[in-house]
Nanobody, 118 residues
Framework: QVQLVESGGGLVQAGGSLRLSCAAS????????MGWYRQAPGKQRELVAT???????NYADSVKGRCTISRDNAKNTVFLQIASLKPEDTAVYYC????????????WGQGTQVTVSS
């Protein structure tokens, strides 16, 4: 069973920055795409950014220019650096990974709360 564990959330003032981490653990697996999503209260979960195994990235328009997604394939870890945080960035941030074992499937982390105060 592969699991994702996120870390790095917290309370930040507007204009500040934050770095989220997400590490995958388990046995005999590889990861293709990894990504970050977020869900604010009363809203649907939305894409923040994704990164392919080769490094190609994709960002939501709402975070372009403020956000950098990166990954360490050797450590099965993905990172999300967010700068110039806004109150509207407040949400639970979820990590996802497309796992390849005997079959392929997507898994999610438990989520980490990011709260931006004005």
């Amino acid at each position: 069973q592969v699991q994702l564990v996120e870390s790095g959330g917290g309370l930040v003032q507007a204009g500040g920055s934050l770095r989220l981490s997400c590490a995958a653990s388990g046995s005999r697996f590889s990861i293709e795409d990894m990504g970050w999503y977020r869900q604010a209260p009363g809203k649907q979960r939305e894409l923040v950014a994704t990164i392919a195994i080769g490094g190609r990235t994709n960002y939501a328009d709402s975070v372009k220019g403020r956000c950098t997604i990166s990954r360490d394939n050797a450590k099965n870890t993905v990172f999300l650096q967010i700068a110039s945080l806004k109150p509207e960035d407040t949400a639970v941030y979820y990590c996802s990974a497309f796992i390849v074992q005997t079959y392929k499937y997507t898994i999610w982390g438990q989520g980490t709360q990011v709260t931006v105060s004005s």
